[in-house]
Each structure stands twice: as C-alpha cells, then as structure tokens.
C-alpha cells in the first residue's frame, strides 16, 4: 500500500486529536468507491477517532451485529489481555488479523477471499441525520422502530479485509450512503458527544486489569477533565475539548 497516498485528503481538522494520534494519518490511502486502506492495529481506530473523512470522524458509531471472521483463514489478536474475572477477549477496532497456517499456503489467488466484516451504522443522535421513517435527528410521532439501532439513519461504515489484506497489514473502510440527502448540509453531533476514543478506554481498562486503578479512581481520573470540558467556551482550541480526546493524553 502506498500508505501516503491519501493521508492530506484524510486529515480532519475539526476534531483535534493527540499527536500520537494523527501521526496515523500517514497510513491512509484513498481508493475509489468511497472507500480507504488503512493500516490495521491503532491506524485503524484512529481514523474513525481524527484522520478519517468528517461523515465518519464527526459520528458516533454502533454495531450492526458483530464482527464476522472467517476462522478457517484468520485469527484475531487482541490488543488487549483477557480480562481475569471475564474469560472473553476485549476487541476493538486497534484489532490485528494473523493468517491461519491453512491460509498461509494458499496462493495470490485464493487471497482475494474476503475473511473480516464489520459493518456499523450512524446512531443518528444529536444530529440532522435522516432516520428510515422520515424524520430529522428524532422519529416522527409514534414511529414503532425507534429503538432499531440501524433505523436512525442510513450511513453505514464497512470495515473489511481479504486474505492478501491481512497479508498487507490493511483493511479496507467503506462508507456507503450518507447522514443525509444530497444537498443538505451535514449538522454533526456537538463535538462533546462523541464517544471517547478506543485507545483511551483501552487504557483505562489495562490501568484497572493491571491494578494501577479501580473502576472508581479510573473514573475519578477523567472526570475534571471533562468537567472542563463542559465549561470551556466556544472559543479557539475548543475543539480539543470534545468527547473523543477529552482527557488528551
Ligand atoms: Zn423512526
Ligand atoms: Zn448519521
């Protein structure tokens, strides 16, 4: 992958994020249909979280159904240990692919197999976005699927790999549809509704599994933080203070 290829057309000043995370914007390139190689592990959160386009960076996203792999070609690393008293693994988008032994004997060809599907969708909140039924950033009155997480607006977000991706290190983002109809502009949630990045509730996590916080501190730890963020003015360097980065690290 030419992974600089697209990285200034990426780059997404409206939400300001740590260096360490835009540093990522390098491993990005633009490919056609709407769609961008990214450089799986934390490149890949981090182009939802700052350096992706603003019809993903300025959303908040939720899962259509979970995550569909092809187990016979990939395995998937967590990033982060499994939990002591929960035996399941934490994943998130920071999440690297390894090649099955069966996989790995296959040749170029049988690598264009498709092996990693995530599909997500807009939650609609705080925003213009359209919902199915109709209605702008709400349903109309008595609409009987507001509470279908996929009803809220048609964005969807398709994160995939093949075999000779996972190979490559990449995956393959997609964005199919939009929030709203063409020609109407895009009205974001308020940058502190966005949700805090993957990185920092990873570190989070990490900090309480290892014992370094409780729940309690951990939370603790965040909240002057975004205390300030509530009360900072509208002012330049405010978008620091949104929800995504809030504490910046
Ligand atoms: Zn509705
Ligand atoms: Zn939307």
Partial sequence: ???????????????????SSTLNATKIARVPGNSWLVSAGPALSDFFGCNGPAQIVLYNWNKVR??????????????????????TN????????GLTPFATKLGPLGGTRTVYRLQLCCTGKLS?????????????????????????CSARVVVSATINDVKSGIMRVT?????VPLGTELQPPPLLSLRP????????????????????TALLKITPALKLAQSAPLAAGFALYNGRYNPSF
């Fill in 90 to 97: 934490v994943h998130d988008l920071a999440d690297v692919l």
């Fill in 1 to 19: 992958m030419s992974a600089s290829a697209g990285s200034k057309a990426a780059l997404q000043p409206s939400v300001l994020a740590p260096h």
């Fill in 128 to 152: 213009n976005c359209l919902r199915l039924c109709g209605g702008i950033g709400a349903c109309v009155i008595d609409c009987p699927e507001t509470n279908l997480l996929w009803h809220c």
């Fill in 197 to 216: 990045d993957t990185a920092l509730k990873s570190t989070l996590v990490h900090d309480c599994i290892a014992g370094r916080e409780t729940p309690i």
């Fill in 175 to 179: 964005l199919v549809e939009n929030h």
């Fill in 66 to 87: 979970g995550v569909w792999i092809d187990r016979v070609y990939v395995v998937r690393n967590p990033k982060v240990m499994p939990r002591l008293s929960i035996k």
